[in-house]
């Protein structure tokens, strides 16, 4: 059970250590004896996106059930949104917002045998974000980021809802070296607390442009990724990435509880994806996602009685389509030209 419960919390803090560690560096503009994250090529920075993800016709096997029962989909609608505020030559910061809301649609449940199955099939399952990003380079080789996040995942009703039950507080630290503008690698710590738990998690990050056409980019354990540049406005990336959604539940149980349980639900994969790239406009893009998701330890945990219960959702599907803003250094010069520059 111990043992259940801290690789569920090392998987939850994992999937996010990509999103933590990139800090949109697309923002940020090149200064002649500073550093700034990123290699060349690298894959287009997301002011602003859309997304719609889709994951068709799998199963899972509900608690204490031993028949899986057929989901026929579950979808996604994301919203992502970064902000700079202070822009100057040693201090980036910038604000972000995220908001999700994700369904699942079943087949053939029953109502008293499954109470988890069917309060997910009826409810919006939400994760709102917010957070504040801080880059500071130290000269033209060596540079830190921080980030501090808050998230409120669960099955409220409302747009948002701050309740200490749906939170989950994190802190990001890295310390990256660009070696050279083709080459930077690093390392950091992410703590993390919340209604699953908290915990320390190390981890790593290496991006290299090999020529025009070829590189990598990866944050471990989370991701790797190999990239293909067919120009600067045409790129493919694939490879394998975790990916995890959480949220915290109440779910009815007419017959066990005759009250709402809470319910800790944790959907996780391990995904071998491509991406490809492509520029709409100067500064518009759009993102098309395909691969397939192999179970990494999903579960449900039922809080008052400390059950935990494997949910074992069968490989499947996955695809999404992602619009994105991507500003160019124009723009960005006229937009932080107004911004405060005093630190």
């Not at 801290?6 to 090149?30: I, K, P, R, T, W």
């Not at 990598?216 to 790129?235: A, D, G, Q």
Request: with cysteine; proline share 6%; net charge positive.
């Amino acid at each position: 059970m111990k043992r259940n419960i801290l690789y569920s919390v090392f998987l939850l803090v994992a999937s996010g250590l990509a999103a933590q560690v990139n800090m949109d560096n697309v923002l940020f503009e090149n200064s002649p004896s500073l550093c700034q994250a990123g290699v060349t090529n690298k894959s287009p920075g997301k002011a602003l996106s859309f997304s719609y993800a889709i994951n068709p016709d799998y199963k899972m096997l509900p608690p204490d059930g031993e028949q899986p029962t057929k989901v026929r989909r579950n979808e996604r609608f994301e919203t992502r949104m970064k902000i700079p505020v202070v822009y100057a030559p040693k201090w980036k910061v910038m604000l972000g917002f995220d908001y999700t809301l994700e369904r699942y649609h079943f087949l053939d449940i029953d109502p008293d045998n499954y109470p988890l199955f069917k309060h997910l099939n009826e409810t919006d399952l939400k994760n709102a974000a917010v957070s504040a990003s801080i880059f500071h380079p130290f000269n033209h080789k060596y540079y830190t980021s921080f980030r501090l996040s808050a998230n409120w995942q669960g099955d409220y009703s409302s747009f948002l809802n701050t309740d200490s039950r749906y939170a989950v507080y994190r802190f990001t630290g890295a310390f990256g070296v660009k070696k050279r503008d083709n080459l930077e690698y690093g390392a950091g710590i992410l703590v993390s607390k919340g209604y699953r738990g908290h915990s320390v998690v190390p981890f790593g990050f290496y991006n290299q442009t090999f020529n025009e056409h070829w590189g990598i980019e990866t944050v471990l354990p989370s991701s790797v990724k190999v990239r293909y540049n067919f120009s600067e406005e045409r790129l493919l990336m694939f490879g394998t990435e975790l990916s995890s959604q959480n949220y915290a539940l109440k779910v009815s149980e007419p017959i066990i509880q005759p009250e709402n349980a809470p319910y800790h639900f944790r959907r996780a994969s391990i995904d071998m994806v491509g991406s490809f790239y492509q520029k709409l406009t100067g500064w518009t893009w759009v993102q098309l996602k395909a691969g397939y998701a192999f179970d990494n330890n999903s579960d449900a945990r039922d809080v008052p009685r400390r059950l935990t219960h494997q949910l074992k959702p069968s490989g499947s599907v996955i695809g999404s389509i992602s619009f994105f803003i991507s500003p160019s250094k124009q723009c960005l010069e006229k937009v932080c030209a107004q911004l405060p520059i005093g630190l």
